[in-house]
């Protein structure tokens, strides 16, 4: 079945340092691919998506490139700031007749100042 | 627009006790569904509904009950709680469900002793 796998955190960096996130995906058609972040106390929202190939996504800074010959959506940032100290997760949804969203596992960012 | 409302924040119950999760939305979506959030797995699908009447189990939907009376409504019902449904429950809601952005509830959080 579908599934996303990525990179394990923790990940801490310096403000102003660069982010890479990992992401990889399977799917057995043509998803759709998200980037979901969650602040502490809160719930998931949405920081970018593409759907389809070569799409770029971009959302405050952040942006990620869906590679269909590398099953591959990582998230990157130039410049991280404090504020962006959160959880991410990477996710697809099947675009051929499913309604179900596969989440992946999540990764903490911590920013230091 | 409100968004998307959970009810309660916390709960503590006792293994066998029942409980409805209250999940409100009024954006006039017509895709709703519930996930539980466990530490290290991200966030797993229990049931999810496309409209009115319409519901349908995910991954992991043993143990829990819904319905889909009205299109604003979708609660979760914990029939008999266990302490493996110790976790935290998210409700979601899109337009479609098809590629869409979901937009999250704040949570709840739920002990099971």
């Known amino acids: 079945g579908d599934s996303v796998t990525q990179m394990e955190g923790p990940v801490t960096l310096s403000e102003e340092a660069f982010l890479t996130i990992n992401c990889t995906y399977t799917?057995?058609?043509?998803?759709?691919l998200f980037w979901y972040v969650q602040y502490p106390g809160e719930g998931l929202q949405l920081l970018l998506k593409a759907t389809k190939a070569d799409d770029k996504g971009s959302n405050k800074g952040f942006e990620a490139t869906y590679r269909k010959e590398t099953t591959s959506f990582h998230l990157e940032k130039g410049s991280v700031q404090v504020s962006d100290s959160a959880v991410y997760f990477c996710a697809l949804s099947d675009n051929t007749g499913g309604f179900k969203t596969i989440f992946g596992a999540g990764t903490r960012l911590f920013v230091k100042a | 627009n409100a968004g998307v409302t959970q009810t309660p924040k916390f709960q503590v119950l006792k293994t066998g006790q029942s409980m409805t999760l209250q999940c409100a939305q009024d954006?006039?979506?017509?895709?709703m569904s519930w996930y539980r959030q466990d530490p290290g797995m991200g966030l797993r699908l229990i049931h999810y509904?496309?409209?009115?009447?319409?519901?349908d189990q995910g991954e992991v939907p043993n143990g829990y009950n819904v319905s889909r009376s009205t299109t604003e409504d979708f609660p979760l019902r914990l029939l008999s709680a266990a302490p493996s449904q110790t976790s935290v429950y998210f409700c979601?809601?899109?337009?479609?469900?098809?590629?869409?952005?979901?937009?999250f509830g704040p949570g709840t959080r739920l002990t099971v002793l």
């Open positions: 799917a057995t058609g043509y998803p759709s």
């Open positions: 509904s496309v409209g009115a009447g319409i519901t």
């Open positions: 979601a809601s899109s337009r479609t469900g098809r590629i869409d952005t979901q937009y």
């Open positions: 954006m006039n979506h017509e895709y």
